[in-house]
């Protein structure tokens, strides 16, 4: 009985690490300037974009590749436009702040921990209205980090509604 289910272990420990390898071969390929994501938010937006099209479904638990829940999304807009910059006061002589208009995808996130993904319905796949996307721990952290800087970045009222956390990723450098 064990000596049979040590190759299938075999052969799923050495097809996670050809997907690593081709992961850590193609991914800097993509994120270098003269390619087609220049930042990884970007990267990320069209991941959550593309990923929500083609499960037809707004809501995402992104998994590590050993299938443990991490972040559970809710995409609210599939189009809008932030700005960074900076607020001065009117008083003040300095010239105009320089404000920098991108566009975005907008979100609700839950971030889960082990204890929230084991009671939540959602991260356990009891909630079939929520596709699924599986990619290695590193990006799945990187994710988080991406979306609780962009909830950062809004002013403290708007960074949560109930459970979730508001956040958004940058779709280009640019409109």
Same mark, same amino acid.
């Given at each position: !009985?064990?000596?049979?289910?040590?190759?299938?272990?075999?052969? #799923?420990? *050495?097809? #996670?690490? *050809?997907?690593?390898?081709?992961?850590?071969k193609?991914?800097?390929?993509?994120?270098?300037?003269? $390619?087609?994501?220049?930042?990884?938010? =970007?990267?990320?937006?069209?991941?959550?974009?593309?990923?929500c099209?083609?499960?037809?479904?707004?809501?995402?638990?992104?998994?590590?590749?050993?299938? #443990?829940?991490?972040?559970?999304?809710?995409?609210?807009?599939?189009?809008?436009?932030?700005?960074?910059?900076?607020?001065?006061?009117?008083?003040?002589?300095?010239?105009?702040?320089?404000?920098?208009?991108?566009?975005?995808v907008?979100?609700?996130?839950? *971030?889960?921990?082990?204890?929230?993904?084991?009671?939540?319905?959602?991260?356990?796949?009891?909630d079939?209205?929520? /596709?699924?996307?599986?990619?290695?721990? /590193? $990006? $799945? !952290?990187?994710? =988080?980090?991406?979306?609780?800087?962009?909830?950062?970045?809004?002013?403290?009222? $708007?960074?949560?509604? /109930?459970?979730?956390?508001? /956040?958004?990723?940058?779709?280009?450098?640019?409109v």
């Amino acid at each position: !009985m064990i000596a049979s289910k040590r190759p299938r272990l075999l052969i #799923t420990i *050495v097809a #996670t690490l *050809v997907v690593l390898a081709v992961i850590q071969k193609v991914l800097p390929f993509y994120l270098s300037n003269s $390619c087609r994501f220049s930042d990884m938010s =970007i990267f990320f937006a069209q991941l959550v974009l593309s990923s929500c099209e083609a499960q037809s479904s707004l809501k995402l638990v992104v998994r590590s590749l050993n299938k #443990t829940p991490h972040l559970l999304i809710w995409l609210l807009d599939s189009y809008i436009v932030a700005a960074m910059g900076e607020l001065r006061d009117e008083e003040n002589e300095s010239p105009q702040p320089e404000i920098r208009p991108f566009p975005a995808v907008k979100m609700l996130y839950k *971030v889960f921990d082990a204890q929230s993904a084991a009671s939540d319905p959602r991260a356990n796949g009891e909630d079939s209205s929520v /596709g699924l996307v599986n990619v290695p721990f /590193g $990006c $799945c !952290m990187q994710l =988080i980090e991406h979306l609780l800087l962009s909830s950062h970045s809004l002013p403290v009222p $708007c960074r949560s509604v /109930g459970q979730f956390y508001v /956040g958004f990723l940058k779709m280009a450098e640019f409109v």
